[in-house]
């Protein structure tokens, strides 16, 4: 157990690396497999029938070993020199076709499972909850699907099928050495303990050490990849030298533990070899002393011998590929771990109401949630309100008053702790998440864009929109014009995350996405905020043409855009301060006062 003070991240895979516990877990997890590769039953039928008929021919060599010693050699007869000679080649030859199909047939399906399941990963992640990416980084996933899945791909691939290949030469060359000689035999695999048992023991080590190098390169990885996104604030703050110092803790740490599983195998490997060649070499020792009494003749030894370096050779393989299975089997497991990740947010079994015909009126009904990550410290309260469809309601409040976190619950990122989120008086969680989503359009604070050009971005709204439609919702949106003047129009690239836009046209294009979808509810958190007055003025007609008689939501940071909401939400600390129109407010709220006062400028983010 001395690698069990590791990186705090690796903390979670140790428990069961070094126990039987983990030992009977990796067996399993290799099972798991199974279901991937069977639909490809048939080429790996066929890798196995390459692999045996390869096998067997190999071990048929042998044969003409012993013929070539005993009589081509020994009776020094050049007739049956040429014979033997002539078997080992066309054995050579069909061994070389053999293993042409037992290569390609493995290392394809190899490549196919590990496609699907790269697959299979990416396709349940995507459905999973949202916070279970709070607690799992965007880089601990991505080398599940990288590095995780490629290491499946070479044990699929070609560990797996040596290990498969060893194994059957191994077997078939112990039946030829019983069939050549019983006590020579005997010798050789008393000395089979002595390297399967380090093998063993070795083996785990290595397993244990490749999960946690695993786990500190995937440490790495986001490490990297948070400094280059935030290359900009490292700079500005002159940052560099530590983020050198950081990064260079995270990779030594990774190589360390590289270098300790490396070092295991140097030993596991080296001892295999010390431990087989003494044998053998015990082994010549013995059956010499037979061939010089006349007890065995000098072909038997020869083909012996040749078989005793087959089962060397392969339990050398097979002690190589352990290492291989056993990161493998590492890999698999977290993979499998990953996939068997249930999500939260579940739509109902069956008898789902579709949200479509429903009215649009939104309710909360005595609401109280927790972010998942802070589970004493509500986020809403006993929230109880109304959004009356086709009415505009606008939520007003200091920063980190709840107003996004309403917008979560309501596009059911996030179930409630008590109390139910209601969509036409039905509660949420009876639809089916996507259809409830498709009710709805977001323009978020932080505008989301993908690293694809214009259209690509806006037409996220509706895959189906023709690129008028889409021209069409940009001028509403007020985005055309800017749009126009990018060096390829609609068809420019954005750079990731749209780094190429500024902040407000990054908002033009959410907006133009939300006007694409055509919602029944508009959920506008702060849309307006990073535009500058005069497009601030012009998108503001936009949205308040596309609010017309849709349910909105609209979380303000200005006055002008909330002063003609059909009502008015005033929020802190979770709960409902107060609730009515601008003029009442003015009355009733404090708070509402203080917040126009400062005409909500610096207030919510
Ligand atoms: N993903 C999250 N995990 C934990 N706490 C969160 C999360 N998002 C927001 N919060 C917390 O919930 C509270 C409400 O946040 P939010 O709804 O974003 O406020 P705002 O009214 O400014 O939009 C804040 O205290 C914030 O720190
Ligand atoms: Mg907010």
Redesign the pocket.
């Known amino acids: 157990m001395e690698s069990s003070s590791q990186t705090p991240s690796s903390s979670h895979v140790q428990n069961d690396m070094l126990t039987p516990k983990g030992q009977r877990k990796s067996l399993r997890v290799l099972f798991e497999l199974v279901k991937f590769v069977q639909p490809y039953r048939g080429r790996v039928l066929a890798a196995l029938v390459a692999l045996i008929f390869t096998a067997s021919l190999t071990l048929s060599v042998g044969h003409g070993v012993r013929i070539l010693i005993d009589e081509g050699f020994s009776q020094q007869s050049s007739q049956q020199l040429a014979s033997a000679i002539q078997f080992i080649l066309v054995v050579t030859v069909l061994i070389s076709i053999g293993t042409f199909f037992r290569f390609y047939l493995v290392s394809s399906v190899g490549e196919r499972v590990s496609a699907d399941i790269r697959l299979a990963v990416f396709n349940h992640v995507i459905t999973l909850h ?2 279970y990416f ?1 607690t799992h980084g965007s880089g601990e996933i991505m080398s599940r699907l990288t590095t995780d899945t490629t290491l499946l791909q070479s044990i699929i691939g070609s560990s797996f099928s040596m290990a498969m290949r060893s194994a059957f030469m191994c077997t078939g060359a112990i039946i030829m050495l019983f069939a050549t000689n019983i006590k020579l035999t005997l010798i050789v695999l008393a000395s089979v303990p002595f390297v399967l048992v380090p093998i063993l023991i070795y083996g785990r080590r290595v397993r244990a050490l490749s999960r946690q190098s695993q786990d500190s390169m995937a440490d790495v990885g986001s490490y990297a990849g948070e400094a280059i996104e935030h290359i900009k604030t490292v700079q500005s703050y002159s940052h560099e030298e530590q983020e050198r110092a950081s990064f260079a803790t995270e990779v030594e740490k990774a190589f360390d533990i590289g270098r300790q599983r490396v070092m295991q195998r140097a030993i596991l490997i080296s001892g295999v070899i010390v431990i087989v060649f003494s044998a053998i070499a015990g082994m010549l020792w013995v059956g010499g002393s037979d061939v010089i009494h006349g007890v065995m003749s000098a072909g038997d030894l020869g083909a012996f011998v040749f078989y005793a370096i087959m089962v060397a050779s392969s339990l050398a393989t097979i002690s190589e590929v352990m290492g291989e299975l056993q990161r493998a089997a590492g890999a698999t497991e977290r993979l499998i771990e990953l996939l068997h990740v249930d999500s939260h947010i579940v739509a109902p079994n069956q008898s789902a109401v579709s949200p479509q015909t429903l009215s649009a009126e939104v309710e909360f009904d005595d609401v109280t949630f927790c ?4 589970p004493d ?1 509500a ?2 309260k006993q929230l109880t309100l109304t959004a009356e469809e086709g009415k505009v309601l606008a ?1 007003v ?12 619950l309501l596009q059911r990122f996030y179930d409630p702790q008590s109390g139910k989120v209601t969509l036409g008086g039905i509660d949420i969680r009876q639809f089916d998440p996507s259809k409830l989503r498709q009710q709805m359009a977001l323009v978020p ?1 932080q505008p989301a864009l993908f690293s694809h050009n214009v259209f690509h971005n806006i037409r996220y709204g509706n895959p189906q929109a023709t690129d008028e439609q889409v021209i069409e919702a940009a001028k509403k949106a007020h985005a055309h014009d800017f749009v126009m003047s990018l060096p390829d129009g609609y068809d420019s690239f954005l750079g990731e995350r749209g780094v190429r836009l500024s902040g407000g046209q990054r908002q033009r294009i959410a907006i133009a996405r939300a006007i694409l979808k055509d919602p029944k509810i508009l959920l506008l ?1 702060e849309a307006t905020s990073a535009l500058d007055s005069e497009s601030e003025y012009h998108v503001q007609q936009a949205l308040e043409e596309l609010m017309r008689g849709r349910t909105t939501l609209i ?1 303000a940071h200005r006055l002008s855009t909330i002063q003609h909401a059909d009502q008015i939400a005033v ?1 802190e600390q ?1 709960r409902l301060a107060d609730i009515g129109n601008h003029a009442s407010l003015m009355q009733s709220s404090e708070l509402y006062q203080r917040l126009v006062e400062l005409q909500f400028k610096h207030l ?2």
């Open positions: 949202p916070s709070e972010y998942p990550s802070r410290q986020a809403i939520l409040g200091p920063s980190g008053a709840g107003k996004t976190t309403l917008f979560e604070q958190d979380i929020f979770g919510s983010h």
